[in-house]
C-alpha cells in the first residue's frame, strides 16, 4: 500500500486521506485543502485514477477496504 501511496502527489495523498481515512465530504476537504469544491473532487478522482490503473480496476475496491481497515 504504501508502494502504490508514493505514486500519488502530496496533495492526492492528503485528499485521499481525508476522503477515506477521516470520511470528509468533499465541502469539508474544499475547506481544509483551502481549494474549490470541484478541486477537490478532481484530485479524488486523478487519485483514483492512478491507484486503479496500478492494481486494476478489479482490485481498486479491495485496495480501499485495506486502508479503510487501517484506520481502525
Do not use: D, W
Not at 6 to 21: C, G, N, T
Not at 27 to 37: A, G, L, P, V
Amino acid at each position: 500500500i504504501k508502494v502504490l501511496l508514493q505514486k500519488l502527489s502530496k496533495r492526492q495523498k492528503e485528499a485521499i486521506y481525508l476522503k477515506f481515512y477521516q470520511e470528509l465530504s468533499y465541502e469539508e476537504i474544499s475547506e481544509i485543502m483551502s481549494i474549490s469544491y470541484q478541486s477537490s473532487r478532481t484530485i479524488i478522482f486523478k487519485a483514483i485514477k492512478t491507484l486503479r490503473q496500478e492494481v486494476g480496476s478489479s482490485n481498486i475496491i479491495s485496495l480501499f477496504l485495506i486502508l479503510k481497515m487501517f484506520k481502525k
